[in-house]
């Protein structure tokens, strides 16, 4: 839940810069404004987000106990601590502090250690339940991404710092397009797509039968990403840019197979499930995974039209608020009443009358909200599209308040608010804390 709490912190911080217009658009896409915002959101909100739920849902996966998971708390503390140095660095750098280089390396060192940490506690549990089922591997293949990204990110970052040759600096046009590919579309995606194979039938009631192209979704997104490699070696190397421009295509066209297969999964999935009414959570997920396929679509084509230099900026938006924290917002509001439930009343579980999972949330209210972030994204794209600078921070400004409201309802469900006070906390119930967990019973008033 810590995890979760900090995530939301940064997502938060990053979408009420974009409102105010710092970074892009108002800022170039490369600008040290711009790289704050996208590292508020990548490896703030997006990584630990990402983090929290394998640290939580990887031991579900495998049906192992978490191993090494007393490092889960120095490892949050060197991500908090790292995240906020390096950004604050790029913050100084583009106003010419003398600080910013100390900066900028001592958050790439503290993100390597708390994400190497994370690496470290989720590998050793998949190699703990070896051979892995399908599901576990997504995430096993993630973690190969991962550790490319953090290896990316420790060199630019040593090199905008002056600590590297200067040559180095020359490498940062080709590899900045390709750490962002390894840690949105390897890391996180992959990872997403994988914990979706567990949790969405869990969530639906759907039979495991359902998805039966998983396999071929993870061979097409293991080939992209072994593409992706390839056009790192290539580039670091100064190898020929028509092998590179090849290494990149392949990339594109296995990962748009493999999200063709996953869409086919997905709607067997659903057309599966044994859960006639759809939660929200699962009906806020349509529109991640809609933003997802059409982002991905809309990189093919601007691809093929040689139009990426242009799209690119909305494609990644889309991606970034659409897909990854849409489809994030939309299982924090299943995932938090879920833990919050078990750790209150699980103590009193065939004891006492307790509330159920889908009581401690508002649908009707949470519904309005996911609503208001969405259209913001859809308005902030389009914005992005047709380069207009006031129509984007009216978007952004309604996606904040989609987001600002949804962490709201986070925290009235970790106070069970939603709950009448006579039925909160039954004899033996633990009253739960914002983000740390509880551990001495409550007793009920």
Request: hydrophobic fraction near 55%; proline fraction near 6%; glycine fraction near 12%.
């Amino acid at each position: 839940m810590a995890y979760f709490a900090a995530g939301c912190v940064f997502l938060l911080l990053a979408e009420g810069l974009l409102l105010t217009g710092y970074g892009y658009p108002g800022a170039a896409i490369e600008a040290p404004p711009t790289l704050a915002v996208v590292h508020l959101m990548t490896t703030g909100w997006f990584g630990l987000l990402m983090s929290g739920a394998l640290l939580q849902f990887v031991p579900v996966l495998v049906a192992k106990p978490l191993k090494g998971g007393g490092a889960a708390l120095p490892g949050l503390a060197a991500i908090v601590i790292g995240e906020a140095s390096l950004v604050l660095g790029f913050m100084l750098m583009d106003r010419g502090g003398a600080f910013a280089a100390p900066l900028l390396s001592f958050g790439a060192l503290g993100l390597s250690a708390g994400y190497l940490t994370i690496a470290g506690i989720v590998g050793i549990t998949l190699a703990s339940a070896w051979p892995l089922a399908l599901p576990a591997q997504f995430v096993g293949l993630g973690l190969v991404a991962l550790l490319a990204t953090l290896g990316l990110g420790a060199t630019f970052a040593l090199a905008l710092s002056g600590y590297l040759p200067s040559s180095w600096t020359g490498f940062l046009p080709t590899g900045l397009p390709l750490h962002a590919a390894l840690g949105l579309g390897g890391w996180l995606t992959v990872s997403a797509v994988g914990v979706s194979y567990k949790l969405l039938p869990m969530f639906l009631l759907s039979p495991d039968s359902a998805s039966r192209g998983a396999r071929r979704v993870w061979l097409a997104g293991a080939a992209s990403i072994a593409m992706l490699l390839a056009a790192v070696f290539l580039s670091a190397n100064d190898g020929d840019a028509g092998f590179v421009t090849s290494a990149l295509t392949l990339a594109l066209v296995f990962c748009l197979t493999a999200l063709g297969f996953y869409a086919v999964d997905l709607h067997a999935i659903y057309h599966a499930r044994r859960r006639p009414k759809l939660e929200l959570n699962s009906l806020a997920s349509i529109a991640a995974f809609a933003a997802l396929f059409v982002g991905a679509g809309w990189l093919g084509v601007a691809a093929v039209a040689g139009r990426l230099a242009t799209d690119i900026a909305p494609i990644v938006y889309l991606l970034g608020f659409g897909w990854l924290t849409g489809l994030g917002l939309a299982k924090l509001f299943k995932i938090i009443p879920f833990l919050t439930w078990l750790e209150c009343y699980g103590p009193v579980l065939g004891r006492v009358p307790t509330p159920r999972v889908q009581d401690l949330v508002s649908e009707p209210r949470g519904r309005r909200w996911f609503l208001l972030f969405h259209a913001g994204v859809l308005l902030a794209t389009l914005a992005l599209a047709l380069d207009q600078g006031l129509l984007f921070r009216a978007g952004a400004g309604l996606q904040l308040g989609g987001s600002i409201a949804l962490v709201a309802e986070f925290l009235r469900t970790r106070r069970l608010l939603e709950i009448v006070p006579d039925k909160r906390l039954p004899a033996g119930a633990i009253r739960p804390n914002f983000f740390l967990p509880s551990l001495q019973p409550t007793r009920s008033r």
